[in-house]
């Protein structure tokens, strides 16, 4: 198992590469900038983590309002506010594709498929390396998230992949309690970390708010042997926190980037973050893939 994981990491960027030579970029860059009106993008697992991303690239890009949201939402929440959705699917054909989809709204799915649907819009990126044999989404969620950067950076694939390269980490493994210290601007860096840790049963992730983590949620570290990992966008604000979590926790693990436009940097902060759970892998003995 513990070489499906290697070979995983090992083709993460040819993949990313491999991708941009083979899709339409053109394409999809063209019907992302026709998205005018309010938009809600969704996907589940390592999918949900590309719809985090999603949202703010339009958000940012397009300047409307985005949401990400988990297909079940669609059932309960009021969509009338909203004129496009988009669902971010590796397969393009699971049930949350189809929660996402059973509206009025104008759609778009984001995947390695396509399918004969005149009511939707493929925006299909295509690989040629072979598929990705894996439990946790590896390529299935950088190569998306990939290609929405490209977006937003108008085309600077050089940049991206630039930013695609390996992480060594070393901290003391032995708590099982990892609080991660996040926000808007790490939110889909965030967002694998917690997907990841639970659903390859690597360790318990506790998501903080870096500013609500100042309104009682100090507690928790104090009566609970818990490792830390802070996303640090070196604000004066999270150098006071640094400083001030030394004493609550076992190890503080500090991920940053020198990118400073935030949606640059989170991208940059996702692929640390998945180096960050390789190396938790291994030291656990387990496979991610």
Partial sequence: MEKNMKI?????????????????????????????????????????????????????????????????DFIYQNLSGF???????????????????ANDLKKYLLSNNSFDNSDVTYLEYKTTIDKERSFISLGATLIPISILLDYYLDGNANRILELIEPTTFTFDTESDIYEIFSGYDTSTSAKYLESTLVESGLAIPIVHDKYSYCHGRSTLSTVQRS?????????????????????YYNEIIVISSPAKDQVEADFHMLVQSMYLTKYLAEQREKDLS
């Fill in 8 to 72: 995983n990491f090992e083709y993460l960027k040819r993949r990313v590469e491999d991708a941009f030579d083979k899709t339409d970029l053109e394409f999809i860059r063209r019907n992302l900038l026709e998205l005018k009106k309010p938009t809600i993008v969704s996907g589940v697992g390592g999918s949900s983590v590309v719809s985090t991303f999603g949202a703010k690239i339009i958000n940012q890009k397009n300047h409307i309002i985005t949401q990400s949201s988990e297909p079940r």
């Fill in 83 to 101: 004129k496009n959705v988009i669902s971010c699917s590796y397969s393009g054909k699971n049930y949350g594709v189809d929660l996402s989809f």
């Fill in 227 to 247: 490792n830390a990992i802070y996303f640090n966008r070196e604000t004066d604000f999270d150098k006071m926190m640094l400083e001030e979590l030394k004493p």
